[in-house]
Structures are given as C-alpha cells and as structure tokens.
C-alpha cells in the first residue's frame, strides 16, 4: 500500500506538472497545489524546500501525511535534509502553505520517462495505448507497479479502457514500445483539469460539443484557438473541418480564468474493430489467407497477419502451414473495409463421425462408419453424454480430435436420442 500511495503521489505530480519532475521541477507557482524540491531545512514542524525558482517554507501538522519508502507510519523525523520530495499543499488563512502531503520520491524515479493516455486494449501483459500523438505498446512485467483507484492487487487487466500515466522507458528514442516500471489509473478529477473526451456532437464555429457518459447524455464544451493542433488518422496537416460528427474525441489542454477547457490538442481516437467470428471448412489456402467456406454465409477471405495466433492441440509452434484444405477451423477478429476477416486467432474444430458401435474394448471402442470402421480411443478427459443416464460410458456417437496414427481419441462422446422421444423441461 505504501509503495501504491507514492506512486500514486509521484505520477500525479508529473501529471500536474507535464512532464517527468526531473525535467518540470516547480515550485509553489504550480497553482498553489503541487510542489517539488530538496528539503534544506527542518525546524520543528516547518521545513524548508528548495524549488527549481524559489525557496518554500512549509508547514506541517497532525493532518499531514509522510510517505518514505520502506517506512510504515513515517512522520516529519524521518525526512532528512536532502531528501528529494513531491509536497502537496494547501493555504491557511493567514497565507501560510500548510503541507497535507510530503512524499519522498524514491532514487531512480527521476530517471524514468512519463507517458499517459487512455488503454485502447490489453492483450496479456501488454497494453495498447493512445498518448498525445500515437498509439503506443507498453509492455509491463512482474516487477511493474499497478495503481488503480479501488482495487487492491490491481494487473494490467484491471487498466482496459482507463486513462492511465506511466513511469518507464522507451524501447529506443521516440521509439512505439514503452516498457512500464509502474502504471496507475488518473483520478477523474485530476484527469478532467487536463483532458476532455467523448465523442463530436456537433462544431460551433472554433467549439466542440462532446457527449459523455456511457448513455451519452452529458455535454462537454472544448473551445479551440490558432494553437490547437489536430490528429486525425490519415489526415496530414488536419484542421478543426477534418473532424466529423460521431468521432470519439480525446483533447489534453487546460481551463482558462474564465472557467473554460481550452484544447492544446485535438485527437481523434481511432475506432476499435468490432470483434467477428466465422466457423467453417477451409476451401484453399494461401500465403498469408485462407478461403473460408461458411454455413449461411458463404465463402469468406480470412486475412493472416503476423500477429495472428493459432491454437492447435498437439502442434508445437502453430501456423498457416499446419493449416491444409478440407480442416474445420474457427476464426476471431475483425472486418476490414473490403469485408475481409483479418484473423487474431485461428484454432481446429474437432473432427465429428457418427456410426454404429460394433466393439467396445477397456478404453477404446470401433464404429462403422459411411466411410468404414473406425477406433476411437477415449482417456479421463472424455466426457459422456447419454440421455437418461447419470453415469454415461463409451456409446454411438463420437467427437474428437484425430491421433497421429490416425485413430480417434474422443474429446465428447454422445448417445443421441430416440426417435420420438422429446426431452423434458
């Protein structure tokens, strides 16, 4: 928790501020909330901070919380001299800043760069992320530290869809591969003094009128100026009349004297696809597709790309190549603009025969089938379903997945039921 309530404190703090505290060391200018430094005093209950402009004298009382790494309950004697802090403070009556939070910033954070953003996607470990410009992967690991408001022992599947700041590095400079030491979810209320979101409802002249909310029923208005810059996929130079209504909108920015959110930036999230899935007999295949046969559907292309994943029992390291005419597969993923399937996973249906049982052995049995007889072996994973019988065995008809020697091992087994005889509700 003590390693939760600094990060959370550390990130904030770079949030406020823009950037990484190294390169935005502030001081008490920093609307009056925030304020970073090196402790060069301790007397009694005040302390002496040395801003990048200014020297700050603070206060400190009962209601002010320390947080020192590997410290439980830390109070004001056990921040020293040359500590590197992050405060947040409030203003007396008298003018007096009064710290409600003093936080050391653990060594090497100031290392680390800052990114933040909203989670398009999570995929495992990896999270697909929209920053100021670009769609960024920020990979995390097992020593990554997660902060997500409510949620204790927060992973990087409790992050999908929130807007998130992290602490880390880039792969190479200015590189799309982000390797994340620590990640937390930004408060709506600090997120809302910097960022605007929803989708466009309608422009009027340089303002933009966002709708809200999951029902789309709240309103929020971005005023644009000659500064404002515009990201639109596909669209070089982008101006305020690229945008279209329906666009989902994310726009970093400030709000001004007047009270008024004022976009630096204006981004046009891009669309996740929809999810499609398709089941069917592959008809051909090529380098990098396949033809579908599809029931009620007809024949559909399935696109493969190189982060498509196959899912095949017994086939060490799956591919395009283990894949031949005639299998049953099923496909997840999504349609292109020609109404094409690109493809995120691809796995085997199982091979399906029916006949009659003419032998039944200890764990195998044969069918006669339309195209001859065939052993089918079955192992303690086999599940039975027989009509009627609460503790079903070997019977007529088989679903499974082919062994390399050709037989049957049976993945269900099922009796179907008499003619006639419906089943009861």
């Known amino acids: 928790m003590l390693q939760h309530k600094l990060l959370l404190a550390i990130l904030t703090l ?5 950037g990484t505290p190294a390169a935005q060391a502030a001081g008490p200018e920093t609307r009056g909330r925030w304020a970073y430094g090196q402790v060069t005093a301790i007397d009694g209950d005040s302390l002496t901070l040395q801003t990048r402009h200014a020297e700050l004298a603070l206060l400190t009382g009962e209601e002010t919380i320390f947080e020192v790494p590997g410290v439980q309950d830390a109070t004001l004697v056990d921040i020293a001299t ?3 802090v992050a405060v947040h403070a409030v203003r007396r009556e008298d ?10 910033i653990p060594a090497g954070s100031l290392e680390d760069e800052t990114l933040y953003g909203l989670v398009l996607d999570v995929d495992g470990t990896s999270l697909q992320l929209l920053s100021r410009r ?3 992967t920020v990979t995390t690991g097992e020593n990554t530290l997660f902060r997500v408001p409510n949620v204790e022992n927060a992973t990087a599947a409790d992050l999908t869809k929130k807007p998130v700041v992290a602490l880390g590095r880039y792969e190479e400079k200015r590189g799309r591969v982000f390797h994340a030491s620590a990640v937390a979810v930004v408060p709506r209320r600090i997120l809302e003094r910097h960022m605007a979101w929803g989708r466009l409802a309608a422009v009027e002249g340089e303002t933009l009128v966002l709708t809200t909310g999951c029902d789309g029923e709240g309103e929020r208005r971005v005023q644009t100026t000659g500064e404002t810059t515009f990201c639109v996929p596909g669209v070089e130079n982008a101006s305020l009349v690229d945008l279209k209504v329906g666009q989902p909108i994310l726009a970093p920015g400030h709000k001004d004297e007047n009270g008024d959110f004022v976009a630096r930036r204006v981004i046009v999230a891009p669309l996740r696809p929809r999810r499609a899935v398709a089941r069917g007999e592959v008809t051909a295949v090529g380098d990098n597709d396949l033809t579908l046969e599809t029931p009620g559907r007809g024949a559909l292309t399935v696109r493969i790309t190189g982060q498509t994943r196959f ?18 597969i099923v496909v997840a993923g999504h ?3 020609d109404g094409n399937l690109v493809a995120r996973e691809v796995g085997k ?8 049982v003419t032998a039944i052995q200890e764990t195998s049995f044969q069918i006669d089938t339309a195209g001859g007889p065939v052993t089918v072996h079955t192992d303690e994973n086999t599940r039975f379903h027989i009509p009627g019988d609460d503790d079903p065995g070997l019977d007529d008809i088989a679903a499974g997945w082919w062994r390399q020697d050709g037989a049957l091992l049976a993945r269900r087994v099922v009796r179907p039921r008499p003619e006639g005889e419906t089943q009861a509700l």
């Open 14 to 18: 770079t949030l406020t501020l823009g």
């Open 82 to 84: 040359g500590d590197l």
């Open 95 to 104: 003018g007096v800043p009064l710290a409600r939070l003093v936080a050391v």
């Open 134 to 136: 670009e769609r960024v």
């Open 311 to 328: 899912r095949l029992p017994g086939t060490d390291d799956p591919g395009l190549d283990d894949i031949a005419v005639g299998d049953r």
């Open 335 to 337: 349609r292109d603009r």
């Open 349 to 356: 249906l199982p091979e399906k025969i029916e006949g009659t």
